[in-house]
Every structure is written in C-alpha cells, then in structure tokens.
C-alpha cells in the first residue's frame, strides 16, 4: 500500500513560523491565533495517524509542526504579558496613550 502524506503537516509547520513573526508584530495576540489554529491541525492528524499509521509517511513533520507551535504560543503569551504590564505599569490605557503620544511628538511624528 503507497504512503501518503498527512493532509496538514504541512499547513502547521507554516502557521507554527508565522506564529513568531505575528507575535512580534501584534504584541502576541497573532502569534495565539496562529499557533492554535496550528495546535487544532496538528491535534486533528495526530487523531488521523493514530487510526491508520501504515498510511501516512510524513508522522516527523507532524512533531515538528507541533514542537514549533507550542513554542510560538508561549512566546506569544509572554509577549501578550509584557504587553500588558507595559500598559499597567504607566496607569492604565489612556496613560500609555498619552505617552506614546508624547514620545511621536519628541520624534516629530504626530500632529
């Protein structure tokens, strides 16, 4: 019988890397969205190699794609907290954006 390959090893390992660069770009709420939308993936063909492991050759990739997306998550929770402390340390929302406001006027970026 002709092994084939899981359906989405492939599409988890790319949503576990994307999961870094979107946890930096997005103060790690991306980098959880994409992560548990790799974990959900991963979870699902793990389900279907476990049915069937004969059939599917590429069980490596699989571990990989989880490995990478669990690592992404935490990242990106660590970013998400960090963010958070930032936010409060400087008393709340609008005092972080009063802030930031004043930093883009010293840069000459604001109006």
């Known amino acids: 019988m002709e092994q084939q390959k899981l359906p989405n090893a492939t599409i988890a390992l790319i949503l576990g890397i994307i999961s870094f ?3 930096c770009c997005s ?5 959880l969205i994409f992560s548990g939308i790799a974990l959900f993936l991963v979870k ?4 279907l190699y476990a049915e069937n492991p004969e059939l599917y050759s ?13 690592i992404g998550l935490v990242l990106a929770a660590l970013t998400l ?5 930032q936010i409060m340390s400087v008393g709340g929302w609008d005092a972080y954006m009063e802030q930031q406001k004043e930093i883009f006027e010293q840069l000459g970026i604001g109006s």
């Not at 990739?61 to 990478?68: E, G, N, V, W, Y």
């Not at 907290?81 to 402390?85: A, L, R, S």
């Open 44 to 47: 699902k063909d793990t389900k």
């Open 21 to 23: 660069i979107a946890c």
């Open 81 to 85: 907290i960090w963010g958070v402390y």
């Open 58 to 70: 590429n069980f490596s990739q699989l571990k990989t794609a989880k490995t990478i997306a669990i």
């Open 27 to 31: 103060t790690g709420i991306g980098g």
